[in-house]
């Protein structure tokens, strides 16, 4: 059973720092693409980083949406099968709810969702 659970998420100044985390159980980052997506009030979710499945090799693993360029840095733990997000220079507009997402290549297609954590930058 596949289990992602987030953590990190907080009140932040603009201009601060977080990171957050993504232990993810039953799964395995050699068939799996993790990414992070988030969602604020009135909006559609939207994709900020991912990190490749190993099966696929590339010379870059990760991408980022063109908004957080720079600022954010999606990294991964194989040892502790737990992915971050590194977040610098917080904006308000980044204020959302952060989920993380597996999505699975074998032995089926299929993704799977944390819970969501809040993160919240304001002065």
């Known amino acids: 059973q596949v289990q992602l659970v987030e953590s990190g998420g907080d009140l932040v100044q603009p201009g601060g720092s977080l990171r957050l985390s993504c232990a993810a159980s039953?799964?395995?980052?050699?068939?799996?693409?993790m990414t992070w997506y988030r969602q604020s009030p009135g909006k559609e979710r939207e994709l900020v980083a991912a990190y490749g499945a190993d099966i696929f090799t590339a010379d870059t693993p990760t991408k980022y949406t063109d908004s957080v360029k720079g600022r954010f840095t999606i990294s991964r733990d194989d040892a502790k099968n737990t992915v971050y997000l590194q977040m610098n220079e917080l904006k308000p507009e980044d204020t959302a709810v952060y989920y993380c997402?597996?999505?699975?290549?074998?032995?089926?297609?299929?993704?799977?969702w944390g819970q969501g954590t809040q993160v919240t930058v304001s002065s």
């Open positions: 039953g799964v395995s980052f050699s068939v799996a693409a």
């Open positions: 997402n597996a999505h699975t290549y074998y032995p089926t297609h299929r993704d799977y």
